[in-house]
């Protein structure tokens, strides 16, 4: 079963701290991960795709097919990093066309 | 802003009636996706459209449905509204149906539907 997993509902750091977002799907073709961010119940914006292997406003995420995991880290927390963060899955083929699968969410807190 | 554009915002309506929401994608996008954030629930996915036709289906109910119509623009009818119904109803759209490099998929800004 295609599954997203982030196992900490909440993570509360201080600023200046290190922050990593954990991630880990269940999926048994190629995936393709997403990372996105919700600022107080508005859109969310895409953050961090896998494919891109880029880095924005400081988060990078790395691919690892053999942990099955695709965390989201900073080496130094802001406070506008507040947020909630979920990671995602793209699905192909069968009924699911590219459609995707989130994870419940990671809410930020990033404490001055 | 992603392009994605949805209305109403804002919406409160009694149990057992009906809405629709509305939703125009980013310009050159065929494909139309719904879902909806609730407390207890998360984020689901519930359907999919791509030029005018059904492409997937996830947990949407029977008393939910939806459509794209020819000039790409979609909308999601609820019907006989419970009060578990209310969450935020997101539209996404992007340039194709299936999964791949280019089809990153961006998101409205939601409605909210409250059902009192």
């Known amino acids: 079963a295609q599954r997203v997993t982030q196992p900490e509902k909440l993570l509360s750091v201080f600023k200046g701290a290190p922050v990593e977002l954990k991630c880990n799907y269940s999926y048994s073709g190629s995936p393709e991960l997403f990372w996105y961010v919700q600022y107080s119940r508005q859109r969310l914006q895409l953050l961090l795709r896998?494919?891109s292997r880029e880095s924005i406003k400081g988060f990078t995420a790395d691919l690892n097919k053999g942990e099955t995991s695709f965390h989201l880290k900073k080496p130094f927390a802001q406070e506008e990093d507040s947020a909630m963060y979920y990671c995602?899955?793209?699905?192909?083929?069968?009924?699911?066309?590219?459609?995707?699968?989130f994870g419940k969410g990671t809410k930020l807190s990033v404490k001055p | 802003d992603s392009g994605v554009t949805q209305t109403p915002k804002h919406l409160i309506t009694a149990t057992g009636q009906r809405v629709t929401l509305r939703c125009s994608p980013r310009s050159g996008d065929l494909s139309v996706y719904w879902y909806q954030q609730s407390l207890d629930q998360g984020l689901q996915f519930l359907i999919q459209y791509y030029n005018g036709e059904e492409r997937a289906k996830g947990n949407i109910l029977e008393r939910f449905s939806a459509q794209q119509f020819p000039d790409l623009h979609s909308e999601l009818n609820l019907s006989s509204l419970e009060l578990g119904d209310s969450a935020l109803y997101f539209c996404?759209?992007?340039?194709?149906?299936?999964?791949?490099?280019?089809?990153?998929?961006?998101f409205g800004e939601g409605s909210w539907l409250t059902v009192v």
């Open positions: 996404a759209s992007s340039t194709n149906a299936g999964g791949g490099i280019g089809n990153t998929i961006y």
């Open positions: 995602a899955l793209s699905v192909s083929g069968g009924g699911s066309q590219g459609n995707l699968i």
């Open positions: 896998h494919i």
